[in-house]
């Protein structure tokens, strides 16, 4: 009897797949939580990076941002974020990224094209999603104000050229297919809109005449009863009576008090007196849009560059080498990505906080004292549980120390820059360049007249002197310089400063 060999297509394989996509799912959806609204461009990079790196999960991640996107129903801006991520991983190790100074992610992939080939995979697996979150990013938008719609209606596209740029799905189709669709996203909002405006004119002029209808009725009866006097029929009769009135009633012609219907002239009128309310209400918002202009113009024209007088603060002069900026400058870049990060973390951490009842400590207090308390305890999110209190708070101090650093750094660059009054040696040095003009032009003229005089001695100057022309190219003009050197003893030093 032979054992049967075991069928490639074992089920017991599929919970180990599901797991272990489920994790990196689980992953990635723990990383894109941490962010906030304004997380920076390097906390996007870092997450994309992670992605290139572990890229043979690219479905499984494709998957989870397409279902951040999708189920995401408060914010567009994180919607926004997530679309970020992909954006990056679209264009890693493209020439486009090699351009604007981006470094791409995963280790040991050899050269830039062989990287680019090994990510078709990812990229296709974006591709595949485009068409639907595009209609559902276009319908988001849709709902938005029409300044945030346009700008992120902008980005989008933006990002769309650059992917058509470098081919990221080996042919235009899926991007022009993502156009398409963001603008049916748009349009279709805009289109139910505009039924929807449309049902609430219907329905305003239809209550309108039935309001209208309704009074004149009124005012046909009351009219008719003031004017009919009392009759025999008005006294109380008796059930055969009234059954035998009604069938007389019934064989008479009826009739009836026939509410006016409105007539096209009516409609017209109506329809006429809702385009001057729209009318009226587009030049009340083009009015405050106007003032809202003048406003912001009128704010800028405040933030405006303005004269500093460093003499007249009693601030001296002193001169500072540019080696004395540089430490500074670099204790500032060097730990700016590190604090990016903890910032990120930091506000997380208040977010979860922030969700915790301000009772919190006087509940637990009387769960410990009474232990037959059976009532039940609040519930809490499942990240305040799993919230590591002492890693949470050397994210903290660390993230204070780094700003507290950079505090310092900061001082001191603006002490130097107050020291030497913003003056780094640019009108000496422009002084220095007219000198040398100056020079340069004279020697051309003793150069012109040693030549006219060996001409006359008989020297043959064929040839002589044509290669240092300089090739006739125009010189620069420093229109900023003003003809003086740096500060001087007994001069006055006056910065155009922006004190906005």
């Not at 004017?227 to 025999?232: D, I, R, V, Y």
Request: with cysteine; charged share 35%.
């Amino acid at each position: 009897m032979t054992t049967p060999k075991p069928s490639s297509k074992n089920p017991t394989t599929t919970p180990t797949t599901t797991t272990t996509t489920t994790i990196w799912s689980t992953k990635l959806k723990s990383k894109c939580a941490i962010l906030t609204l304004n997380a920076s461009r390097e906390s996007l990079q870092t997450i994309s990076k992670w992605m290139i790196f572990h890229r043979k999960h690219s479905k499984s991640f494709v998957s989870s941002l397409l279902h951040l996107i999708l189920t995401e129903k408060k914010l567009v801006e994180r919607k926004m974020l997530y679309m970020t991520i992909l954006h990056e991983v679209l264009l890693s190790h493209s020439a486009l990224e090699q351009q604007e100074g981006g470094c791409g992610g995963g280790e040991g992939f050899g050269t830039s094209e062989l990287k680019w080939e090994k990510m078709t995979e990812f990229r296709n697996a974006i591709g595949d999603v485009v068409t639907d979150v595009m209609e559902h990013l276009g319908e988001c938008f849709a709902k938005e104000k029409e300044e945030k719609k346009d700008q992120m209606v902008q980005k989008i596209k933006s990002m769309m050229d650059s992917w058509e740029k470098v081919n990221a799905f080996g042919g235009p189709s899926i991007v022009e297919g993502g156009r398409r669709a963001l603008e049916r996203g748009l349009q279709s909002v805009q289109q139910q809109q505009e039924e929807q405006e449309m049902a609430n004119v219907v329905v305003e002029k239809e209550d309108a005449m039935e309001v209208a209808g309704k009074a004149e009725e009124k005012k046909d009866t009351t009219a008719a009863a003031a004017t009919t006097p009392p009759s025999k029929d008005d006294a109380p009769k008796s059930p055969t009576e009234e059954e035998t009135n009604t069938e007389k009633k019934d064989d008479k012609p009826k009739q009836e008090t026939i509410a006016p219907t409105a007539t096209d002239s009516d409609e017209k009128a109506s329809e006429t007196e809702v385009t001057e309310t729209i009318k009226e209400e587009s030049k009340e918002e083009k009015k405050t849009e106007e003032e809202r202009t003048s406003t912001s113009s009128k704010q800028e024209a405040e933030e405006e560059e303005q004269e500093f007088d460093f003499d007249a603060e009693g601030i001296p002069y002193a001169k500072v080498e540019t080696k004395e900026f540089q430490k500074p400058c670099k204790s500032i870049a060097s730990i700016q990505i590190t604090r990016d990060f903890l910032n990120d973390a930091t506000l997380n951490l208040s977010t979860l906080l922030s969700k915790l009842p301000p009772d919190l400590e006087q509940i637990c207090n009387t769960y410990k004292e009474d232990e037959h308390n059976n009532k039940p305890l609040p519930e809490f999110d499942n990240d305040i549980l799993d919230l590591n209190i002492e890693e949470s708070m050397n994210n903290v101090k660390q993230y204070r120390d780094i700003v507290l650093q950079q505090k310092v750094a900061r001082h001191t660059c603006f002490a130097l820059l107050v020291k030497s009054q913003c003056q780094f040696g640019s009108q000496t040095s422009a002084k220095t360049y007219y000198e040398m003009k100056e020079l340069l032009d004279k020697l051309q003229r003793r150069k012109v007249l040693v030549e006219d005089a060996m001409e006359l001695e008989g020297f043959d100057m064929d040839g002589i002197g044509k290669e240092d022309d300089g090739g006739g190219e125009k010189e620069s003009v420093l229109e900023w310089f003003d003809g003086g050197g740096e500060k001087e003893e007994g001069g006055r030093c006056v910065k155009r400063i922006k004190t906005g």
